[in-house]
Structure formats: C-alpha cells, structure tokens
C-alpha cells in the first residue's frame, strides 16, 4: 500500500520516540502517507494503523480532526483560507469569497479540472498577517489581498 520510501520515512518519524510509544508518530506518518498518496483513503489510513500497531479508528480519529488531512481526493493545489476570527475581521473571509468567485467553487470544492481545491481552515497562528492561506499544507501566503490572490493563482497554474 505505501512505497518503501514512504515507510522507511515513517520509520525514522517511529525513531524519534521510545519505542513502546511508535503511535506518537502518527501525525508524521499520515502527512507522508498524504504526500504519497494524495489523500488518506481508507486503506492508506488502515496501513498507517498497521504499522504503527493502532487500531485503525485511533488513526482515523486524528486524520478527520485536523483539518491538513485529506480524507478526499482534491485538487492539484489545495488552498486552505483561515477564518478564524482574527482572520476574519482582517480580510480573511473576503479573500475567500475572492477566491469562490475567481475559482467558481466553494468550500469543499474541487474545480472541474481537478487543479483546485479550496477549504476553509481552523487558526493558522499568524493572526497578524491576515488573510492567510496555506497552499497544499506547506506554504503560508500573508496579506492576500485580489491582487496577491491574483498572483498566487498564476503561479499554480
């Protein structure tokens, strides 16, 4: 189900505790299986419990928590808009209505050629820099006013 690669990855996340606590690695093990994959489907998850010695529901517990797991296809380029509070009453909620608009797709919603992917996300830690978006779980983009949206969107293309 997982490549060697993305085992012997997880196996140095597993490393990093003792081992009768291997299930502290979880969270690194279902982001590198996400990397892999694409998504954490059902069997991805199963395999990220089997080798972590979990019940597969303790594993999926902690994917359908955080909001950086996928438990879906999505798109090429996953764009997560924080409106939290802070965000909100900074711009964060018109940079997502910017973004249904320029995309034609809301929340949860993939364009239809499968390049986009927008979600709303829970507090990003970096209220001051609102609206923030996180482009495929590894990007922070600051102050993302139409024309930063604009530019972002060209160079995903």
């Known amino acids: 189900m997982l490549s060697q690669d993305a085992i012997q990855k997880?196996?140095?996340?597993?490393?990093?505790?003792?081992?009768?606590?291997k299930q502290s690695a979880v969270m690194a093990a279902l982001a590198i299986a996400q990397m892999e994959k694409g998504w954490l489907s059902t069997e991805t998850i199963e395999a990220v419990a089997g080798h972590l010695g979990m019940a597969p529901v303790a594993v999926y517990e902690v994917a359908s928590f955080y909001n950086m797991y996928d438990l879906a296809p999505v798109g090429k380029?996953?764009?997560?808009?924080?409106?939290?509070?802070?965000?909100a009453l900074s711009g964060g909620v018109h940079a997502a209505d910017y973004l249904k608009q320029k995309l034609g797709i809301g929340f949860n919603e993939t364009t239809p050629d499968g390049r986009f992917t927008l979600k709303e996300g829970?507090?990003?830690?970096?209220?001051?820099?609102?609206?923030v978006l996180l482009v495929n779980n590894v990007r922070m983009c600051s102050f993302m006013q139409p024309e930063q949206i604009d530019r972002l969107l060209g160079e995903c293309q």
């Open 10 to 21: 997880i196996d140095r996340e597993i490393a990093k505790y003792p081992a009768e606590q």
């Open 77 to 87: 380029v996953k764009i997560t808009v924080c409106t939290n509070l802070p965000c």
């Open 122 to 131: 829970e507090c990003m830690g970096a209220c001051g820099d609102a609206p």
